[in-house]
């Protein structure tokens, strides 16, 4: 087995968040910094935050709506022989 091959593990590496908030983790890192978190990410804090870009949000909307509406039932005219 090769010695060395492992990283160092830190048990208390800290997270710190683009939002202030700091919490400790277990890593191969001492510290870490990340830009979203579970205290800040839309998901999380219930927050709809949605970036529209080019009207996406509304084309999604639309569909959605559209597919939730029950389609009528087209009715067949049988063949006469």
């Known amino acids: 087995m090769k010695k060395d091959l492992h990283p ?3 048990a208390n590496a800290n997270v ?3 939002c202030g908030n700091a919490f ?3 890593a191969t890192q ?3 910094r990340v830009e979203i978190c ?6 999380y804090t219930g927050e709809e935050k949605l ?3 080019a009207g996406r949000v509304e ?3 639309n569909r959605r709506a559209k597919a939730a509406t029950p389609k009528p ?3 067949r005219a049988k063949k006469s022989a």
């Open 8 to 10: 160092k593990y830190y």
């Open 16 to 18: 710190i968040c683009a």
């Open 24 to 26: 400790t983790v277990g």
């Open 30 to 32: 001492p510290e870490i």
């Open 38 to 43: 579970a205290k800040c990410h839309p998901f």
């Open 51 to 53: 970036i529209d870009v």
């Open 59 to 61: 084309k999604f909307k």
């Open 73 to 75: 039932k087209k009715v």
